[in-house]
């Protein structure tokens, strides 16, 4: 899993609530048996259109966030199934964070185990931050994770609330996997005793 410590990025708004998982990964799309290959396939629904073209109404598709690499999304963001693939699909996609006012727990959960920052932020910050977007091209955000810190283009700084162990990891780069082999003298020892 790669560090995340400070993060700089365009923004695009996804002004929606109850976005759930299968709306950010489809189900028919889980029959992969690799953990790659679905950024293609994120909010694909909405991306495209039934005869696969590109749909030029979704905000993903606007030229303006090609490159987006933080998404605001509305309250309740990834509730639905526990499936590991929506923060695949957002990942691969290219988002290193979410703000939203509120995350469904095992997504958000999902999110810290594959190294995407979920930030949870007051609703009217939440309004405002889009707004912003909406209003100006090419915005910007900056993430600081040691300082527990959204940083906007104008300077204003929104704090938000993390776990000591979920910053640990994210900071580290480490995932379940990862952190249980920092004690892997101690396992071993355990082992031959």
Same mark, same amino acid.
């Given at each position: 899993?790669?560090?995340?410590?400070?993060?700089?990025?365009? !923004?695009?708004?996804?002004?929606?609530?109850? !976005?759930?998982?299968?709306?950010?990964?489809?189900?028919?799309?889980?029959?992969?048996?690799?953990?790659?290959?679905?950024?293609?396939?994120?909010?694909?629904?909405?991306?495209?259109?039934?005869?696969?073209?590109?749909?030029?109404?979704?905000?993903?598709?606007?030229?303006?966030?090609?490159?987006?690499?933080?998404?605001?999304?509305?309250?309740?963001?990834? @509730?639905? /199934? /526990?499936?590991?693939?929506?923060?695949?699909?957002? %990942? %691969?996609?290219?988002?290193?964070?979410?703000?939203?006012? /509120?995350?469904?727990?095992?997504?958000?959960?999902? @999110?810290?185990?594959?190294?995407?920052?979920?930030?949870?932020?007051?609703?009217?910050?939440?309004? /405002?931050?889009?707004?912003?977007?909406?209003?100006?091209?090419?915005? %910007?955000?900056? !993430?600081?994770?040691?300082?527990?810190? !959204?940083? @906007?283009?104008?300077?204003?700084?929104?704090?938000?609330?993390?776990?000591?162990?979920?910053?640990? @990891?994210?900071?580290?780069?480490?995932?379940?996997?990862?952190?249980?082999? %920092?004690?892997?003298?101690?396992?071993?020892?355990?082992?031959?005793?």
């Amino acid at each position: 899993m790669e560090a995340f410590k400070e993060h700089v990025g365009r !923004v695009v708004p996804l002004d929606r609530i109850n !976005v759930d998982t299968d709306q950010i990964i489809p189900k028919q799309f889980l029959k992969r048996i690799e953990r790659t290959g679905f950024g293609e396939f994120l909010f694909n629904d909405w991306r495209y259109l039934e005869n696969g073209d590109p749909n030029p109404e979704f905000v993903l598709n606007f030229p303006r966030y090609a490159g987006a690499s933080i998404l605001i999304a509305g309250a309740n963001f990834g @509730c639905g /199934s /526990s499936r590991e693939h929506a923060p695949w699909a957002l %990942q %691969q996609y290219g988002f290193k964070a979410i703000l939203a006012p /509120s995350f469904a727990d095992i997504f958000r959960n999902n @999110c810290y185990k594959n190294g995407i920052l979920p930030i949870t932020l007051p609703a009217d910050v939440i309004a /405002s931050l889009s707004q912003e977007v909406h209003d100006t091209e090419g915005y %910007q955000l900056m !993430v600081d994770l040691e300082e527990q810190s !959204v940083i @906007c283009a104008d300077g204003t700084v929104h704090t938000f609330e993390i776990g000591d162990f979920e910053k640990h @990891c994210l900071l580290n780069g480490l995932d379940e996997i990862g952190w249980t082999l %920092q004690f892997e003298a101690d396992i071993a020892a355990f082992e031959n005793r």
